[in-house]
């Protein structure tokens, strides 16, 4: 079974941009949920999404957003971006709403 | 407010030493309690869960209720253990994970 992929792994972009990542569930999972990881704040979560729906949203200001489609596949975006957007952004699978979270390879991302 | 709070950013143990990961949570519900760790270049992967109570690759982890800890243990440390853990919280309900920040341990042959 293929694990959970993240595209693209590494992005360049320009203060002022947006951006759209992407992440791909494991086959039969309908919950996905994002994370950030920074050296300084390390892995903070940033929002879930079941069955297209956002079930929980952690403490990011409104220019990080989401969606889940009906495949189950999940965008994240990010508008405006700034300096402090750089990091490891992780995407996690899990079967169900409670189920183990399997973890992507994560997309880098550089703002400058 | 949850808090995971693991208070050694890095640990260094000497082959076949035990080593113990310290972490500390703060919840005020029945919080689900994780370790989860990543090797060099490979992504993030479950290593316990509290509730499954079970040992994998010889680490085991017991929760404190009283202590609010949640401490890994392992007898006889390996080389091949040497990588970053988190310790992770789950609350009542939710399924988002709360992480600490890590514990970089190193296993030194």
């Known amino acids: 079974k293929a694990g959970v992929t993240q595209t693209p792994r590494y992005l360049i972009k320009t203060r002022g941009q947006q951006v759209t990542l992407s992440c791909s569930p494991i086959s039969g999972h309908r919950s996905v949920s994002w994370y950030q990881q920074t050296p300084g704040q390390g892995l903070q979560f940033l929002f879930e999404?079941?069955?297209?729906?956002?079930?929980n949203k952690g403490n990011f200001p409104g220019r990080f957003s989401g969606r889940q489609f009906s495949n189950s596949r999940s965008e994240m975006n990010v508008s405006t971006l700034e300096l402090g957007d750089s990091a490891l952004y992780l995407c996690?699978?899990?079967?169900?709403?409670?189920?183990?979270?399997?973890f992507g390879p994560g997309t880098r991302l550089t703002v400058t | 407010a949850q808090r995971v709070t693991q208070p050694e950013k890095l640990l260094s143990v000497f082959k076949g030493a035990p080593v113990e990961l310290k972490c500390n949570y703060s919840?005020?519900?029945?919080?689900?309690l994780f370790w989860y760790v990543q090797y060099s270049r490979q992504r993030l992967q479950l290593l316990l869960r509290h509730i499954s109570r079970e040992s994998i690759k010889g680490f085991t982890a017991d929760l404190n209720k009283g202590e609010t800890s949640f401490h890994l243990k392992k007898p006889f440390a390996q080389e091949e253990d040497s990588a970053m853990y988190y310790c992770a919280l789950k609350g009542t309900g939710a399924n988002n994970l709360f992480f600490g920040t890590g514990t970089r341990l190193t296993v030194i042959p």
């Open positions: 996690a699978s899990s079967l169900a709403s409670q189920g183990e979270q399997y």
């Open positions: 919840y005020s519900g029945s919080p689900e």
């Open positions: 999404y079941f069955s297209e729906t956002q079930r």
